[in-house]
């Protein structure tokens, strides 16, 4: 968790170094020693983020990160997941035992929450359905 947000904290420090237009349509992936890693959407936003590789490797010098070479990789967009488009099943014992047992590991109290929130709410209806 603290590496997500390390690097979502990270991305816009980045990407405050590109052009607007093409800093709309790139998002950090990964950084390593040797690697800067961002994603787009497109082959073509791939080719303009390319461009502008020793501006995004100045931006993460000056951050403190010692990656020399930009990957670009195009990720397309998963489809929204369609929501409310017919009856949900019941989450079984073992599946909830299991938001459970991951709630009591976890030390980030709300997420201990919403997981055993998660667990009460999928309890079976009396008809067993």
Do not use: Y
């Amino acid at each position: 968790m603290e590496r997500a947000r390390w690097l979502d904290a990270l991305d816009p420090l980045l990407r405050q170094s590109l052009p607007a237009t093409v800093a709309d349509q790139c998002k950090l992936a990964n950084v390593d020693d040797k690697h800067l890693v961002f994603l787009v959407s497109s082959p073509v936003w791939k080719a303009k983020l390319r461009l502008h590789a020793d501006a995004l490797l100045d931006a993460a010098a000056a951050a403190g990160l010692k990656a020399g070479t930009l990957v670009v990789k195009v990720a397309t967009p998963s489809p929204a997941v369609p929501t409310g488009t017919g009856p949900t099943r019941p989450l079984s014992e073992a599946v909830r035992d299991s938001l459970r047992a991951t709630a009591q590991s976890v030390s980030d109290p709300e997420l201990r929450a919403q997981l055993l929130r998660l667990a009460a709410s999928a309890r079976p209806s009396a008809d067993g359905a």
